[in-house]
């Protein structure tokens, strides 16, 4: 009976420190109000200061990362899809984000992301520096955003930041799932 | 030049970048879609402001208390613009750094701008 199977569900996540979770269509409204119930929540939970302002920032980089490179949802018309999870396990917060990207890009992200995952806290710090005072967006015309991201969430995330791409299971001449993650 | 002013929403500043008394404020928080897009006519009208001016003071109150990483380097070119006027017209431009006590990532970005941008005067203010 799927109100049992529903039921599972709050209740394991409830167990395993789920503070938010969300999987569909995606667009900066869903965003800002999906923000909102975030803050709140933290609110509830007390969390305060620092901690609450790095994690909502994760949060933001890690959707925004999400509707601005991941391809139109397969059998839609222009509609992005993701899911977001954030929660907290041994005091520390995460924060993962699973997308669709073009398997095409899959290189291009590897090469992106690998070379932060090599550096220490000091080595990041100087990345983003370097890269804010950057004028020019690079040669790299994929990127929306000002390649500051990954770094801004390297420079948040207490442990160093994870991700895995995946296959798509029924798109997979075209699409791979990216998966990311952060600790707070 | 007329002033700007531009209301608050919940992913976008409160712009008010009065030109007629040198006096621009930015509040709240910034994370819109397209950060680069949102914000290129405000820095368009600041640029062709600055070039108006000989040596006028500005005030720039830096108010926001968060914004995303597209909005960050925004910023960052504003801040040059207003350097560049510095450097032209010496001890021109305040920048009042407003930044909650214990915000370590606005706190920390407002020792870059200060040590990136040495024309600016440079002035931490806690919010209370």
Not at chain 1, 62 to 87: C, F, W
Not at chain 1, 90 to 100: H, L, M, P, R
Not at chain 2, 12 to 25: D, G
Not at chain 2, 79 to 92: G, I, M
């Amino acid at each position: 009976m799927l109100i049992d199977l529903f039921t599972v569900f709050r209740e394991e996540a409830d167990a395993n420190g789920i503070v938010f979770y969300y999987s569909g269509i995606l667009s900066q409204n869903v965003i800002t109000t999906m923000s909102d119930s975030l803050k709140q929540k933290l609110q509830i939970q007390d969390e305060k200061g620092a901690r609450s302002r790095k994690l909502f920032s994760t949060f933001i980089e890690m959707i925004q990362n999400a509707l601005h490179y991941s391809p139109r949802a397969p059998g839609s018309d222009d509609t992005k899809e993701g899911s977001i999870i954030v929660g907290k396990k041994d005091d520390k917060y995460f924060v993962i984000c699973a997308n669709f990207i073009q398997k095409q890009h899959e290189a291009r992200i590897r090469e992106k992301i690998d070379p932060i995952l090599e550096m220490s806290a000091d080595e990041i710090r100087q990345a983003y520096r370097t890269q804010l005072k950057n004028d020019r967006h690079s040669s790299d015309t994929i990127s929306k955003g000002a390649g500051l991201g990954f770094l801004t969430l390297a420079r948040d995330s207490v442990e160093p930041i994870q991700y895995a791409i995946r296959e798509a299971v029924g798109f997979e001449n075209e699409l791979s799932c990216f998966y990311l993650k952060a600790t707070i | 030049m007329t002033d700007i002013y531009i209301p608050a929403t919940s992913d976008t500043p409160e712009i008010n970048f009065k030109f007629s008394s040198n006096t621009l404020s930015m509040s709240g928080e910034a994370y819109p879609e397209n950060g680069v897009e949102f914000f290129r006519p405000i820095l368009r009208q600041l640029q062709s402001h600055l070039k108006s001016l000989n040596g006028d003071a500005v005030e720039f109150n830096f108010k926001l208390t968060y914004f995303n990483s597209v909005s960050t380097k925004v910023f960052y070119s504003m801040f040059e613009l207003l350097n560049e006027y510095a450097k032209a017209h010496p001890n021109s431009v305040l920048l009042n750094w407003h930044h909650d006590e214990d915000d370590d990532t606005i706190l920390e970005l407002g020792q870059d701008v200060q040590e990136d941008f040495t024309w600016i005067d440079f002035n931490a203010v806690v919010l209370a």
